[in-house]
Nanobody, 124 residues
Framework: QVQLVESGGGLVQAGGSLRLSCAAS????????IKWFRQAPGKEREFVVA???????YYGDSMLGRFDISRDIPKNTAYLEMNILKPEDTAVYYC??????????????????WGQGTQVTVSS
C-alpha cells in the first residue's frame, strides 16, 4: 500500500508563497487521485485541490487562482503550490490518495491513504 509523507510546511508572511511536497512510497502515485486537504484549529477539514489519475484538476471553494497541484511521476511526488497566502490559510495540510469515482473527488470519505500532515502558519 502506498504511503505518503508531506514536507515543506513552515512559517510564511502574508502575501508569500510556499510549496508543499507529498512523497510517496510503496506504490506509484500515477494510479491514484492525489488530493490536498487542510484543517485549521477548531475547524472542519477542508478540501483544497485534487489532481485525478486521469489528469483533471479540481479546486475547493476560493482555492482557484492561489493554490495549485502538480505531480512528478518519476520522483513519485506530488506538490501543492500556495501563493498570496493569507493568515486564514493557516492550517495543517494533508495530502491524500484515493482511487474512487470522480464524483467523490472532493470528498475525504474515499481516501485510501493520508499523509501525516504538515503545519503551515501565515503571519499577518
Amino acid at each position: 500500500q502506498v504511503q505518503l509523507v508531506e514536507s515543506g510546511g513552515g512559517l510564511v508572511q502574508a502575501g508569500g508563497s510556499l510549496r508543499l511536497s507529498c512523497a510517496a512510497s510503496g506504490g506509484s502515485i500515477e494510479f491514484y487521485h492525489i488530493k490536498w486537504f487542510r484543517q485549521a484549529p477548531g475547524k472542519e477539514r477542508e478540501f483544497v485541490v485534487a489532481h485525478s489519475s486521469q489528469g483533471g484538476y479540481y479546486y475547493g471553494d476560493s482555492m482557484l487562482g492561489r493554490f495549485d497541484i502538480s505531480r512528478d511521476i518519476p520522483k513519485n511526488t506530488a506538490y501543492l503550490e500556495m501563493n498570496i497566502l493569507k493568515p486564514e490559510d493557516t492550517a495543517v495540510y494533508y495530502c491524500a490518495a484515493d482511487a474512487g469515482p470522480i464524483r467523490n473527488i472532493r470528498d475525504a470519505g474515499t481516501v485510501i491513504v493520508w499523509g501525516q500532515g504538515t503545519q503551515v502558519t501565515v503571519s499577518s
